[in-house]
DNA sequence: AGTCTATCGACAACGTGGTTGACTATCTAG
DNA sequence: CTAGATAGTCAACCACGTTGTCGATAGACT
């Protein structure tokens, strides 16, 4: 520290970069025929698949209570990018699958994320953008393991433990 | 993206790396007297700095409204981090200002901070910790332009536009 | 002075998205 | 067969944003 940015920089923007970047992927994607898709429906068809999951898997893998979980569900059924299915060797289950639109989505996602890396890549040149990365995931290490997803959270960020 | 790291990886990382840091910087200074400061405090308190402002100046720097703003005023005057002082020369405005305990939390998280990035600048060299934090910079850019703070902005993630 | 308009801060109502708690149905171990 | 764990759903609640409204004040214009 004893020479240039101060500490406070690095939150904002890594903040600020990964605001950007969604930003942009959620525009493209609101361009090409999904324009009712938010970040989290991302996130949460990406914890469904590849195999689907339960409610209650994808509110442990999203680290949120399962209720939570059935809401975002609600939501990707509404908009036809996951179906409900029960599991007929667990009548208990209910099997959330991603739907040919879901894994569209999905795919298109992963090509513009690619496409919107590539634009960076460019600008800083294919070595530093590797290095960056592999430098990200040295921060985003605590207590040697990774940080877990954690999308979640309300009041993380606000005013109340 | 002939090479390596798929381009959702990025977000990610980018995301998990604020949360390691954020978390980090608060677990320390619950550990040192402030213990129920949140990461939006730390913000606000930012944005008030270093003349004060009203609750509709810290919305609008904030990019919430001013009712949303002076729900946070309220819960930094709660918290003894900043108190509310009329204006004598304008009697509708209200000036929020920073109290010593606030300063006291700035600065004792500006030293975190600096403290937290020393850490990894360590673990990467302070080249690459330079390099890196200026690329951020690039990537956090959009249109060209900085992309504001915005913090807020209930439901950016969530199940609606 | 008087009036019009913009702004401040406050109060109320509402919406979204999380939480916990309770309940039933079902699976599994003993 | 029974006991306990677990799935999903319903209901209540809470946090934190929103918009709408309002009275008070400031400033500009007649």
Redesign the pocket.
């Given at each position: 520290m004893a020479d240039d940015a101060p500490g406070f920089a690095l939150p904002l923007l890594l903040l600020q970069a990964f605001r950007a970047i969604v930003d942009d992927l959620h525009e493209e994607l609101a361009r090409a025929g999904h324009p009712g898709v938010?970040p989290?429906h991302g996130f949460a068809l990406q914890a469904i698949r590849p195999q689907g999951a339960?409610?209650?898997?994808l509110g442990r893998r999203l680290g949120?209570?399962?209720?939570?979980a059935?809401?975002?569900i609600d939501?990707l059924e509404r908009l036809g990018y996951a179906v409900?299915r029960g599991d007929p060797a667990?009548?208990?289950?209910?099997?959330v699958c991603v739907t040919p639109r879901g894994v569209d989505l999905l795919e298109l996602s992963a090509r513009l994320l690619d496409r919107i890396r590539g634009d960076w890549a460019a600008r800083l040149g294919q070595e530093r953008a590797t290095r960056l990365e592999r430098d990200l995931a040295t921060l985003a290490e605590r207590d040697g393991a990774a940080h877990a997803l954690r999308v979640?959270?309300?009041?993380w960020?606000?005013?109340?433990e």
């Open positions: 938010r989290v339960t409610a209650a898997e949120v209570s399962k209720q939570a059935a809401k975002t939501a409900r667990d009548g208990r289950r209910k099997l979640d959270a309300p009041g960020f606000g005013h109340h």
